[in-house]
């Protein structure tokens, strides 16, 4: 059985809106590409030909990919989330010990991860060890850098 991939109604709309994109304005295109350059002669030496049939093979596995995530996708109550102990949505405000910086981040699912707006995957190394612990707890993160030390400050919605 695959496994079950979870995320949130706006991130599984995303997705369904990505696939719909594919199916309805991608997939037209390159058949007309590959029509195209059909008719342009002798397929055997069409580089047209070979480039639209290559971009049509990776947009199908692109298709495939997207159907098997809407299809394992389950959409997270957010009603059921609670701030007591970080977990899965949660923002987290953590001070890291060493330099005292402070940084917030929410725990999201990977497909919904996007570092530059502060949301890191639940698989991230940094998420996995603040997963379940509670505000004061000292918590210690081995990143690419080492291991580092970080204060939960704080965990909101």
């Known amino acids: 059985m695959s496994e079950i991939i979870y995320v949130t109604e706006d991130g599984l709309q995303k997705l369904k809106e990505e696939l719909e994109h594919l199916r309805g304005v991608e997939r037209p295109m390159i058949s007309r590409q590959i029509a195209d350059a059909r008719d342009k002669g002798d397929l055997s030496e069409n580089a047209e030909y070979a480039a639209a049939k290559e971009a049509q093979g990776m947009l199908e596995m692109k298709i495939n990919k997207l159907e098997d995530i809407v299809a394992r996708s389950r ?8 701030t007591s102990s970080v977990q899965i949505l949660n923002r987290v405000k953590i001070r890291n010990r060493s330099n005292n ?3 917030e981040y929410q725990l ?5 991860a996007n570092f530059k707006l502060g949301k890191i995957a639940v698989s991230s190394p940094i998420a996995q060890g603040l997963l379940g612990k509670k505000v ?3 918590v210690q993160i081995k990143v690419p850098s080492g291991v580092i030390p970080f204060e939960i400050v704080e965990i909101s919605l």
């Open 75 to 82: 959409i997270i109550d957010e009603t059921r989330i609670n």
């Open 101 to 103: 910086s402070v940084m």
């Open 108 to 112: 999201v699912p990977e497909s919904e």
């Open 136 to 138: 004061g707890d000292v």
